[in-house]
């Protein structure tokens, strides 16, 4: 079975710092892979998306993640987090069956 | 393109009741999803119709749970006999047929089985 895996659940940071958010999925064939972001209150939006090619993707407000095959893994990073990012992040991988498998999500808190 | 509508937000229902939420995709949208999210995880995958059909249904879609998309544009789920471990958020998706596509998610509804 398919699965994803993202170990930080809650993390802290001051507004400025660098964000990396872990995400390893357990897949072996061809993947899509995916962060989703939900804002208190609202509903999951798309961050970004890795289909194929340059593995280091970027997404919208700042966001990229890198594609490491041989780690299994995509991380999302931001250099500088505001406090408007406070949100829930989570990575979701799609096999070719276009079923997402979502991890349990990281919540963020960014403190002004 | 209003984005995916979930009717309704909120529902509390007594333990044993059955329940019906609506999802209306974008509109030239032909594959539609429901997922499940409960407190502190991520969204679980129920089934999906492409069209009308309906192409996959999840292990956690029990018995009680039963899904329709019948003219292949609106869609509803419904769960009969509600129990309490049904709590949770109901997500609907929509898409594009094609792996070179995200999800648009709605809002969600969420059910609280008291």
């Known amino acids: 079975a398919q699965s994803v895996s993202q170990h930080n659940h809650h993390v802290i940071l001051s507004e400025a710092a660098s964000l990396e958010l872990g995400c390893n999925y357990s897949?072996?064939?061809?993947?899509?892979l995916f962060w989703y972001v939900q804002y208190p209150g609202q509903h999951l939006q798309l961050l970004l998306k890795?289909?194929?090619?340059?593995?280091l993707v970027k997404g919208i407000k700042g966001f990229e993640a890198e594609f490491i095959k041989s780690k299994f893994s995509f991380n999302l990073r931001k250099p500088s987090v505001q406090w408007s990012d406070t949100a829930e992040y989570f990575c979701?991988?799609?096999?070719?069956?276009?079923?997402?498998?979502f991890g349990t999500g990281t919540s963020l808190t960014v403190i002004p | 393109d209003t984005g995916v509508s979930q009717d309704p937000r909120h529902k509390i229902t007594k333990r044993g009741q059955n329940v019906t939420f609506r999802c209306d995709p974008i509109?030239?949208?032909?594959?539609l999803y429901w997922y499940r999210q409960t407190l502190g995880q991520g969204p679980e995958f129920l089934t999906y119709?492409?069209?009308?059909?309906?192409?996959?249904k999840s292990r956690l879609l029990s018995d009680r749970f039963s899904a329709e998309r019948p003219k292949g544009s609106f869609s509803t789920l419904e769960i009969q006999r509600t129990e309490q471990g049904d709590s949770a958020m109901y997500l609907c998706?929509?898409?594009?047929?094609?792996?070179?596509?995200?999800?648009?998610f709605g809002s969600g509804t969420r059910l609280t089985v008291v």
């Open positions: 998706a929509s898409s594009l047929q094609g792996l070179d596509y995200g999800y648009t």
């Open positions: 897949y072996g064939g061809t993947v899509n």
């Open positions: 890795y289909f194929s090619g340059d593995p």
């Open positions: 979701a991988v799609r096999n070719t069956g276009n079923q997402f498998y």
């Open positions: 509109s030239e949208h032909n594959r």
């Open positions: 119709f492409q069209n009308e059909a309906q192409l996959e």
